[in-house]
């Protein structure tokens, strides 16, 4: 089935391009009905007027809760046609209003191993503890903050010199991999909730241990479990 989504972010929105990228490309089935920032600066506007897309502003300082905000904002998705929720970089709590109205349909990434080091500091958090492992986790969204169905996993090694900047840039190299991943296989209908545990339908297992290229041009091996099936 192809997907209508609406993707919200508030930063640079560097995974919303790549999904804006996969569907032009036509290597994922949706159609973006709508980008959603809720900061005035966000460079994900930018990039959605560059590839065409409708986008608004919701400056979220300008309502006087959190729950009126999101009445707003599911408003808005409403009225675009979109019935799948994208949240990347969206440095926002959703409100239970805001999960009833589009259930089981509104995905986050989130940039550590959950459920290790949740919250906005995810690198940073794994870079203070020392673990030897971190990266980046897909998931259904839930009312308790990180803690939603795990769809997709990527793994890399943590080095003893890393800051929250140098894991973080490995991380997201991996983040651009499978989010778009998780997508395709919610638009393909492969994905089912049963107590708490995403079941893949249909599993093909290619491409679980893969090599990318950092943003510093660094080789890294990554391991990613549901294995990548993307072309």
Request: charged content about 25%.
């Given at each position: 089935?192809?997907?209508?989504?609406?993707?919200?972010?508030?930063?640079?929105?560097?995974?919303?391009?790549?999904?804006?990228?996969?569907?032009?490309?036509?290597?994922?089935?949706?159609?973006?009905?709508?980008?959603l920032?809720?900061?005035?600066?966000?460079k994900?506007?930018?990039?959605?007027?560059?590839?065409?897309?409708?986008?608004?502003?919701?400056?979220?300082?300008l309502?006087?809760?959190?729950?009126?905000?999101?009445?707003?904002?599911?408003?808005?998705?409403?009225?675009?046609?979109?019935?799948?929720?994208?949240?990347?970089?969206?440095?926002?709590?959703?409100?239970?209003?805001?999960?009833?109205?589009?259930?089981?349909?509104?995905?986050?990434?989130?940039?550590?191993?959950l459920?290790?080091f949740?919250?906005?500091?995810?690198?940073?958090?794994a870079?203070?503890y020392?673990?030897?492992?971190?990266?980046?986790?897909?998931?259904?969204?839930?009312?308790?903050?990180?803690?939603?169905?795990?769809?997709?996993?990527?793994?890399?090694?943590?080095?003893?010199e890393?800051?929250?900047?140098?894991?973080q840039?490995?991380?997201?190299?991996?983040?651009?991999?499978?989010?778009?991943?998780?997508?395709?296989?919610?638009?393909?209908?492969?994905?089912?909730?049963?107590?708490?545990?995403?079941?893949?339908?249909?599993?093909?297992?290619i491409?679980?241990?893969?090599?990318?290229i950092?943003?510093?041009?660094?080789?890294?091996?990554?391991m990613?479990?549901?294995?990548?099936?993307?072309?």
């Amino acid at each position: 089935m192809s997907l209508k989504l609406a993707i919200l972010a508030s930063g640079s929105g560097t995974n919303a391009q790549v999904i804006f990228e996969a569907v032009k490309a036509k290597k994922l089935d949706a159609e973006i009905c709508l980008v959603l920032a809720n900061r005035p600066n966000a460079k994900v506007l930018d990039r959605a007027e560059q590839f065409g897309l409708k986008h608004i502003l919701l400056d979220h300082t300008l309502f006087a809760s959190r729950e009126e905000y999101d009445k707003k904002v599911v408003e808005e998705i409403k009225k675009s046609g979109a019935d799948c929720v994208v949240l990347s970089g969206y440095m926002r709590m959703v409100t239970p209003y805001f999960l009833a109205s589009f259930p089981q349909r509104v995905i986050n990434i989130h940039p550590a191993i959950l459920p290790s080091f949740p919250g906005v500091h995810g690198a940073r958090d794994a870079v203070n503890y020392g673990v030897k492992f971190s990266g980046c986790t897909v998931h259904f969204v839930s009312e308790e903050m990180d803690a939603g169905p795990i769809i997709i996993q990527a793994i890399v090694p943590c080095r003893q010199e890393d800051t929250e900047e140098s894991l973080q840039n490995r991380i997201h190299c991996l983040e651009h991999k499978i989010y778009v991943q998780a997508l395709k296989w919610l638009a393909e209908d492969r994905l089912e909730i049963i107590n708490h545990t995403v079941h893949l339908k249909n599993k093909k297992q290619i491409k679980a241990s893969i090599v990318c290229i950092d943003n510093e041009g660094i080789q890294l091996d990554a391991m990613i479990y549901p294995p990548l099936e993307l072309d």
